[in-house]
């Protein structure tokens, strides 16, 4: 069974560009999550997707990023216009829901540098 | 809200050295809890988990149990090897009931096992 596909895995990007990560659940999960992992810190939930429908969006800085999953499979994630402090790992994870705990598969992340 | 504290890194061991991670945390409702491991290079993995008081949840020689008077889930593991040497990372979910079962994570431990 092929995993959480994310791309690109690293991208440099001077502040006030704009930059976007792409994320591929594994087949047939539902849920969609977009994390943010600052170094040194566990990752933050920044957005939860069912199929496509947001379920909370409550850590997402709204004013620069976005995100969609507009038929329910992949995901995008935007940041415009970047800042220094967005320089983090993004992590997508997907769960199938109707287990007990909706056990989370993470991808490999995308690390962003912001200069 | 719901929070997670696991004890600061790094953690350095000899190989065959007991381990023990600690791990507390705070919710407002009954979470499941998860300890995930990050190789290096490599995403997140789940570890292993317990979704109720007095669980125990076990995978590759690593144990932890759920405490709930103590609201603790510390990581332990008799023997130690090389290869066990990554970031783990105490996290909690479903606290809230609902559809939302987003991690809430901790910082993380560096693990580095020497031969």
């Known amino acids: 069974e092929a995993g959480v596909a994310q791309s690109p895995r690293y991208k440099i990007i001077e502040k006030r560009q704009s930059v976007a990560f792409w994320c591929n659940p594994i087949?047939?999960?539902?849920?969609l999550y977009w994390y943010q992992q600052i170094l040194g810190q566990g990752p933050k939930l920044l957005i939860q997707f069912q199929n496509n429908g947001v379920v909370d969006d409550s850590q997402l800085p709204k004013d620069r990023f976005s995100a969609e999953r507009l038929k329910g499979v992949d995901s995008t994630l935007k940041i415009q216009p970047a800042k220094l402090e967005d320089s983090a790992v993004y992590l997508c994870?997907?769960?199938?829901?109707?287990?007990?705990?909706?056990?989370?598969?993470f991808g490999p992340g995308t690390r962003l540098t912001v200069l | 809200g719901d929070s997670v504290t696991q004890m600061e890194g790094p953690v350095t061991l000899s190989e065959e050295a007991f381990l023990t991670i600690n791990c507390t945390y705070t919710?407002?409702?009954?979470?499941?809890l998860f300890w995930y491991v990050q190789y290096p290079g490599e995403g997140l993995q789940l570890l292993l988990k317990?979704?109720?008081?007095?669980d125990k949840g076990s995978n590759k020689g690593f144990e932890a149990t759920y405490r709930k008077e103590t609201t603790s889930f510390h990581l332990e593991k008799g023997s130690v090897q090389v290869s066990d040497s990554a970031v783990y990372f105490c996290?909690?979910?479903?606290?809230?009931?609902?559809?939302?079962?987003?991690?809430?994570f901790g910082k993380g431990t560096l693990l580095t096992v020497n031969p």
């Open positions: 087949s047939g999960h539902a849920t």
């Open positions: 919710a407002t409702g009954y979470p499941s």
């Open positions: 994870a997907s769960s199938f829901p109707g287990s007990s705990y909706n056990e989370q598969f």
């Open positions: 317990a979704t109720k008081a007095d």
């Open positions: 996290a909690l979910s479903g606290s809230s009931g609902g559809s939302n079962y987003k991690l809430t």
